[in-house]
């Protein structure tokens, strides 16, 4: 078959499934218009039912609906040996059966039930994914194809049972045409071989759109082994710059649902990112994928009632951070576990009773030995201190009752030691119930509990904590120095709302809630937790943080992506086993690395490597896929010129014109951009910083935000502002470099004033 023919027999298959797919739509509408027709009311049986067609009909609209992105991408041939009917009588030698199927983001089914187009997901569509010239794991054929609006535009086919064929011109980053190969002699990054490489070049080639699409058609071998990696257990993956690891892990996300959905929807997925606008970057991408249920979030905003609106030295932050926190936290707590110092004195109708110190010393001690969180043995100490007030108050009664026959007044309480000197006589009460209730209702009562086992919220805590440095003190004594427990120290708000919340609280707010528990006593008022947890950019989380996520698995199934040489935080890890120390250890933790830079050209990472080399000289870049045939542009701030700002403006407005339709972004330390914003309004250039500019804001043709910021995000153009800046004398500024470095996907600027830092330096504009 010539390939015009080929292209119409595809073009045949995608009519007749995107045909399928409307009709889907439709039988979902009409099922719901259906169901939504016959009105609220009916049995409670009619009305569950009603309301189970109506969330199901629902998730499966949103499941159908791909928006924009192509149905279908690829297609296999299979070779199976014949084994029916004449065929299988010939005995060896008989023919082999070729099976043709497509791939696509979700599955569709023809009139007669038979596969139009097989989920990517399926265990049939691993081949697509996985096969090589070494391993055809029994294809035949491998076709990508490029289709834009319905309407198949080229294909691209990879050979498994030739010798050679026609080169494909991979090099090249267009749609793919009618392009030939043999197997494993396409494109190969190291000992790589990259499947599809002119689909996957023309994918990398498009301009960037300002949020992150999936990969679900270009999907490289080293990706797929751990997209499908088993579910449990924590695993831990490893990806430089450009490596795809941010959509290998949600595009894990979405073949666990899919894999293990009966669990998983019922549990729930977790998405954890580094900061909001990452969500925003990279919210579309399981929607995208038909999996709209997943659950987003930072991972300050797992604890929602912590606003961390202001920031702290990084030595304070640091110090929050370190799991030697959750021990002070820990004793913070007993320390609020505490016996009465003095009797106290309890009225109670006729009697005066007396809650001895002696009693409460024991009370105190029996609690502690008891498990479970403080807040729920608060119920323990309760009954206790009523038990023995109850014991007294009778013992109290017998003896005035046995005096009032015999005449003779013995001390109210039996033997003195419990004090209850009747008042003006009274009866027994004798519901036990109701006496425990009168007694929790004396304020004397009431009072003494809260001294001894008071109810706190972790904000309560902390709050109380952090301002009384002799609470520091009683906390941290022996797990903190003195000049450590001095940085804990704040100055206490009017309120809690008034308290100037860090994101180190926020950590620590949780740590404090797992110690206490649930104030009010009800499960529900703690966090959820999760079946499976995807986190991003892990290597900037805290100890503290990390036991946040920890606390949240279900069953310690995990995924966590990152790079060690891109750790820019205060308490930056330096190793993966500084990770995994804090992550659940139910089962061995897999660690797995992707090698291959699919999004960064090699003339960017040969930049950033002279970076990496100082800055983490253990660790080494991953290899490139591609160039872009453009060196990175250095360019000096020259005298008589706009400054720092003003070059950075004219820079990225070259940037901007070279890159038509894509996007540009200028990377600078944090106390530049505003400078940088307000040179380029003066020029007439628009510009926003996408972290206060709202929604959709990462889609400008031109973004100014703080480097730190960064992490995780791409764009066709990035302009560093100020390198030596960044960098400082410390690693985690040149690892914040480095990231700075390693966000564009064609073209790369930098701006500098006076000497170009030795790591850079090369002729200059």
Known sequence: MGPDAELAAEQDVVDEAYRRLDAMRDDARAMLDEVLDLGRGGTFQSRTERDVIVRTSLARLDQLDIGDQALLFGRIDTRAEASSGADASEGAGAPAVVETFHIGRLAVHGTDHEPLVVDWRAPVAEPFYRATGRDPQGL??????????????????????????????????????????????????????????????????????????????????????????????????????GTGKTAVALHRAAYLLYTHRFPLERQGVLVVGPNPLFLRYIEQVLPSLGESGVTLSTITGLVPEVRAAADEPADVARLKGDARMAAVLARAVRTRQRPLRRDVTVPFGAYALRLAAAETRRIVAAAKRRPGTHNTRRKVVEQAVVDALVDQLRRAQRHVARAAAGGAAPDAAGDGSHGGEPLDGGGEVADLRELGRAFRRVPEVRDALDRMWPRLSPHELLHDLFGAPPLVAAAARGVLTPDEQALLVRPRAGSLEAVPWTPGDAALVDEARHLLGPRSGK?????????????????????????????????????????????????????WDDVVAHLPSRRPVRRVELTVSYRTPAEVLAVAGRVLAIAAPELHPPRPVRRSGMAPRLVAVGAGTAGTAGTAARVAAEELAAVGEGRVAVLAPEDRVAAILGALAAAGVDAVDPRTAGRGSLAAPLVVLG???????????????????????????????????????????????????????????
């Open 523 to 575: 499960a529900d008022d703690q966090p959820p937790s999760y079946g499976h947890i995807v986190v991003d950019e892990v290597q900037d989380l805290s100890p503290m943080q990390l036991r946040m996520l920890a606390r949240r698995s279900l069953s310690g199934s995990m995924t966590v992506v990152g790079d060690i040489a891109q750790a820019t935080a205060p308490w930056a890890a330096r190793t």
């Open 707 to 765: 480097a730190e910021g960064a992490n995780g995000l791409e764009f066709d153009a990035v302009v560093v502002v100020e390198p030596a800046e960044l960098a400082g004398e410390t690693a985690r500024g040149l690892r914040t470099l480095y990231v700075a470095l390693t966000r564009p996907t064609r073209r790369l600027a930098v701006v500098y004033t006076g000497r170009l830092p030795g790591f850079l330096d090369a002729e200059s504009d």
């Open 140 to 241: 035949v054929l491998r076709r990508h194809l490029a289709v834009e609006h319905r309407k198949v535009t080229g294909y691209e086919d990879e050979r498994f049972d030739v010798g050679g064929a026609a080169e494909p011109g991979a090099g090249a980053e267009g749609t793919p045409a009618k392009t030939d190969q043999a197997a494993g002699e396409g494109l190969v990054v190291g000992d790589v071989p990259i499947g599809g490489p002119a689909a996957l070049l023309a994918a990398l080639g498009r301009a960037r759109s300002g949020q992150m699409t999936d990969i679900v058609a270009t999907i490289q071998r080293e990706q797929d082994e751990i997209i499908r990696a088993p579910l449990g257990g924590v695993l831990v993956v490893q990806g430089g710059p």
